[in-house]
């Protein structure tokens, strides 16, 4: 009776194991993949052409010259602030320099300022809303995602990391 209770009690102890470590993974890939709606897909695919939008920088200057690279980044994101440095360091080598380079960050201001702080040395920054003209033409659902554009403003590369990114040529 003691061997069944024992076996018993073991087996208990392994499905709890069994369970804390699932659970464990689960949380780890839904950091690790980002966060999207289920079933979207989080970044425009290659090929895709971005519509036309107006913004506006947290400077107050238009957003005129369309960029070739831009992130979309927001506060509270695990995977945004791993992929903050990634995406400041790839801005900084870009062709063209800040004036090509645009980091739209969602929320306000305040929620914003840790962001803004870091980015605006290396590109154009626009704090908006979700909703706003300029996520909506990316159609931007998950955070983060990266974009490399051609002058036609089709999607070459994107993304929710840099290392598929091609490494900045200098333009000649």
């Given at each position: 009776?003691?061997?069944?209770?024992?076996?018993?009690?073991?087996?208990?102890?392994?499905?709890?194991?069994?369970?804390?470590?699932?659970?464990?993974?689960?949380?780890?890939?839904?950091?690790?993949?980002?966060?999207?709606?289920?079933?979207?897909?989080?970044?425009?695919?290659?090929?895709?052409?971005?519509?036309?939008?107006?913004?506006?920088?947290?400077?107050?200057?238009?957003?005129?010259?369309?960029?070739?690279?831009?992130?979309?980044?927001?506060?509270?994101?695990?995977?945004?602030?791993?992929?903050?440095?990634?995406?400041?360091?790839?801005?900084?080598?870009?062709?063209?320099?800040?004036?090509?380079?645009?980091?739209?960050?969602?929320?306000?201001?305040?929620?914003?300022?840790?962001?803004?702080?870091?980015?605006?040395?290396?590109?154009?920054?626009?704090?908006?809303?979700?909703?706003?003209?300029?996520?909506?033409?990316?159609?931007?659902?998950?955070?983060?995602?990266?974009?490399?554009?051609?002058?036609?403003?089709?999607?070459?590369?994107?993304?929710?990391?840099?290392?598929?990114?091609?490494?900045?040529?200098a333009a000649r």
């Amino acid at each position: 009776m003691i061997v069944i209770v024992a076996a018993l009690v073991l087996v208990g102890v392994l499905g709890m194991l069994n369970l804390v470590l699932t659970v464990g993974v689960i949380r780890r890939l839904r950091e690790s993949q980002g966060h999207h709606p289920g079933g979207a897909d989080p970044v425009l695919p290659v090929g895709t052409a971005v519509g036309e939008f107006t913004a506006t920088t947290i400077d107050g200057d238009p957003v005129d010259a369309f960029p070739a690279l831009v992130g979309f980044f927001s506060p509270g994101c695990a995977p945004c602030t791993e992929l903050l440095p990634e995406f400041a360091d790839y801005a900084r080598r870009m062709p063209g320099g800040r004036q090509r380079v645009l980091a739209v960050v969602a929320g306000t201001p305040e929620t914003a300022a840790d962001y803004v702080s870091v980015l605006s040395e290396v590109a154009r920054v626009v704090v908006a809303s979700a909703d706003a003209p300029l996520p909506r033409a990316f159609r931007a659902t998950a955070f983060p995602a990266v974009y490399l554009l051609d002058a036609e403003r089709r999607v070459l590369v994107s993304g929710g990391r840099m290392d598929s990114f091609p490494a900045p040529v200098a333009a000649r």
